[in-house]
Structure formats: structure tokens, C-alpha cells
């Protein structure tokens, strides 16, 4: 049996900004009157030149949308959050980056996307803790589902059993309501909303707030559609300034984390520049990349910067193996393959982009990813099945001898890399 769930999260995590992505998304949201409409009829004989008759009213379930507040991109390049002028900073910008960075050098902890295979590394954090090998990580950086785990993690192992009940007890129905267009999506996201809502408490944005102050850092990272470029949120930042406004701010921006374009609403967050306010329009920060490290710039091959980091774990979300299927001639089916198949290989270029700026930072470079030797089943989109299986595959993995690699994970056919010493366990 295939996996369409771990397909379809491919195909979002790729976040093209394209009508691809809304094609490929289909499939995965279309109700069964809207998958009979779109499936091409058999053919029959040629009948008798008739009058069509006029097609059904399609019924439509999104309102109409209110006009945006104009905004330029001057503008939008100085816009903050009123009242939180540290909540944030552009992807892109060094001194920004270096500016929010901790003053002392630690272990970095960085989630990638993945949907719901994040059940992979919340099994393996829960799985460390187990063994005693997860430190508290100096920074934690979260992508789309990375961004969802971030605060549970960055927040202590207290948290691990509210980090394994949304990896395990979750359904699809827990993350969007199908068959409901919001004019901006196929379907509607409020359950997700209502979802972080409910996780994002008073005790764990104090918690957040505490581990900011000692001096960590936790990053999450969004996608500022209108500027076409990524942002960086300061979650520490935000809970420290705390308030209904921080709480509501911290929702928008995990749910804008993880916002498919064209699958699951934007998110508009509300901003002010030179005394004008207008909102923006945020969506998953996967656009940008799977993972996140540091700008782009600093990334290079041939950038000199040196990570300020004694360790850098990446926790990769995502299957790195091919998965063979027959493709229906259906474009949505061969879109959805087609873009499944770029973000293993968007994911394994920047893994190696990460291990070059590791090596010529000395910083020990630590990778763990989910095994090629995995093969559960999955029924649907976020299957509680699957994904208890998937974390218990993490939890094992974290708590056996080498929950992490020192070197990239290998290509199919490849040879298989030897380490380069015995142990990688996740602590200092």
C-alpha cells in the first residue's frame, strides 16, 4: 500500500508558488461530488446534435473577502509588530540574525518540515529524553511542522507527553474541514487554529518566556508572501512581552507556518510601518527552505561565516527514499508526484549545504531522518495509525546508541557512509 499522506505533505512542504501546488492539492480535499466532477467521463457513441443542458449551480461555501489596506514595499520592509519591535526579523538580513542570536555558544536543535511525519522527530526528542541524551538546546529553530514541535521542545521535557499526543492522537479533522473553500483555499483550517489554540497555554508561553530570558532561542519561520521573503520570529521574544496580544500573535504565527498556499488559508498579521498599519499575508515558512540554520548568504559554499554553535542537530521530517506508484493520467495526480519528488532533493541539498558550514565552523554536524527501512501503511491524510508508528520509530531511534549521524544521510544506490566515530547521542 502506498503512502498518500506522506505524498501529499511532500508536495505541500514544496510550497511553489504556482497553480501546480493548487492542482496537486486537490486530491488530498476535493469531497466525493467534487472528485466525480473533475474525473473525465467514459466515452459514448456521438448522439444527436442537442441543446447542453446548463450545468448545476456549483455551491459555494466561502464568503466574500474583504479589500487589503494597500502597503508599499518600503513600507513593508520596516514593518513591526505594534508594541512587540523584537517579535521578528527578515530571513535574509545578517545583522538581524546576529543581532537575535544567544550571547553564548551551544548545541542548535533545527526542525524541518514534513506534515505529519513530524511524528518522526517528536518520537525521537521524546526518545532522547528517555535516554537521558537531549540537552536544552541553546537554539531551536521550526518550519512548518518543525515550527508546531519547536515550542514543546524548546520548552523542556514536560512537555514531551503534550509533544507525543499531537503526533499520535490527532486526526484529519484536527488540522481542516474539507469540502469548505475560504476563497483563498480548498479548504478551511479553523480546526488547526482552534488546535494551537488550545496547546499554546499560560504555562507554556511562561516557560518559553523563562528559557528566553536565561539566554536560549527559539525561531520559527513563516513566509511573507507579499515581500516574497522569508521571516524569522522570535517566539522567546514574544511570550516575554506576554498578554493577550503575545498569545494571539504566537497562534498567527504557528498557524501561518504551516499554511499550504492554496491548500489551507494565509494568515494576515497585522503590522505598522512610519505610523501606517496594514496586515500582511504570511503562509508556510517551507517556501524558503525545509529547514533553517542561518540566511542564505551566511549558508553559501562559499561563505567564511562560522556558525557560533558547539553542536548542530537537524531533525529531518521528510522521507529522503523515492516511493514508487503508477501515476493516473490525472494532472493533479502527476503534479503532486512531480513536485513529491523535489523536496527530497530541495531537503538533501541543504543538508549538505548545513554539513559544509558545520565542517568550516568545527562544529560537530549531527543529522537524523526517518529510516529507508520504514514502510507503514497510511490510510489518509494524517492517520493516527501511521503516525503513532512513525513515532515510535523516532522514540526507538532516539533512545537506542546512534540516534544521529555525522554525515549526510546516503543517496539511494549510493555507498553507504562510514562514521567518523561511534556515538552521536544527542548531548553535549
Do not use: C
Not at 42 to 53: L, W
Amino acid at each position: 500500500m502506498t503512502k498518500p499522506t506522506r505524498l501529499s505533505l511532500r508536495a505541500a512542504a514544496t510550497l511553489l508558488l504556482t497553480p501546480v501546488l493548487l492542482l496537486s492539492a486537490t486530491p488530498y480535499v476535493a469531497t466525493k461530488a467534487q472528485a466525480q466532477a473533475v474525473t473525465p467521463a467514459k466515452k459514448t457513441a456521438p448522439a444527436k446534435p442537442a441543446k447542453a443542458p446548463a450545468p448545476p449551480p456549483v455551491a459555494s461555501t466561502s464568503k466574500e473577502l474583504p479589500p487589503r489596506v494597500p502597503f508599499t514595499a518600503a513600507e513593508d520592509a520596516v514593518a513591526a509588530i505594534p508594541g512587540i519591535p523584537d517579535a521578528r526579523f527578515w530571513a535574509d538580513s545578517e545583522t538581524d540574525y546576529a543581532n537575535a542570536l544567544p550571547a553564548h555558544a551551544g548545541p542548535w536543535l533545527i526542525l524541518s518540515s514534513g506534515g505529519s511525519d513530524g511524528a518522526f522527530g517528536a518520537g525521537l526528542l521524546v526518545g532522547l529524553t528517555a535516554a537521558g541524551k537531549r540537552p536544552d538546546y541553546a537554539v531551536v529553530t521550526g518550519v512548518s511542522t518543525g515550527a508546531l514541535m519547536a515550542p514543546f521542545i524548546f520548552a523542556g521535557p514536560r512537555y514531551d507527553n503534550a509533544l507525543r499526543d499531537s503526533y499520535t492522537k490527532v486526526t484529519a479533522a484536527d488540522i481542516f474541514e474539507a469540502g469548505q473553500s475560504t476563497g483563498e483555499s480548498f479548504v478551511d483550517s479553523w480546526p488547526l487554529k482552534e488546535f494551537i489554540a488550545k496547546q499554546i497555554t499560560p504555562e507554556l508561553v511562561a516557560d518559553i518566556a523563562a528559557a528566553h530570558r536565561s539566554g536560549r532561542r527559539l525561531f520559527v519561520v513563516t513566509t511573507n508572501l507579499d515581500a516574497g521573503r522569508s521571516m524569522v520570529w522570535n517566539i522567546g521574544a514574544i511570550a516575554e512581552h506576554g498578554g493577550d496580544d503575545a498569545m494571539k500573535l504566537l497562534v498567527k504565527v504557528l498557524l501561518a507556518s504551516t499554511a499550504v498556499p492554496g491548500g489551507f488559508p494565509p494568515v494576515l498579521i497585522d503590522v505598522e510601518a512610519n505610523g501606517k498599519r496594514f496586515a500582511e499575508m504570511h503562509v508556510d515558512g517551507g517556501l524558503g527552505g525545509q529547514f533553517f540554520v542561518a540566511p542564505p548568504s551566511l549558508m553559501a559554499a562559499t561563505s567564511q561565516y562560522r556558525l557560533p554553535a558547539t553542536d548542530l542537530y537537524i531533525v529531518v521530517n521528510t522521507g529522503l527514499q523515492p516511493e514508487f506508484k503508477v501515476i493516473d493520467r490525472f494532472a493533479p495526480s502527476i503534479l503532486t508526484q512531480a513536485i513529491g519528488m523535489a523536496v527530497p532533493v530541495d531537503t538533501r541539498l541543504m543538508i549538505d549545504r548545513a554539513y559544509l558550514a558545520a565542517k568550516r565552523s568545527g562544529v560537530d554536524f549531527n543529522v537524523a531522518s526517518i529510516p529507508a527501512s520504514f514502510h507503514a501503511p497510511s490510510k489518509g491524510p494524517f492517520d493516527p495509525k501511521y503516525m503513532g508508528a512513525l513515532f515510535q520509530t523516532g522514540y526507538d531511534q532516539g533512545r537506542g546508541t546512534t540516534p544521529f549521524s555525522d554525515q549526510p544521510p546516503p543517496y539511494p544506490g549510493g555507498p553507504t557512509p562510514q562514521p567518523s566515530h561511534i556515538e552521536k547521542t544527542g548531548a553535549n
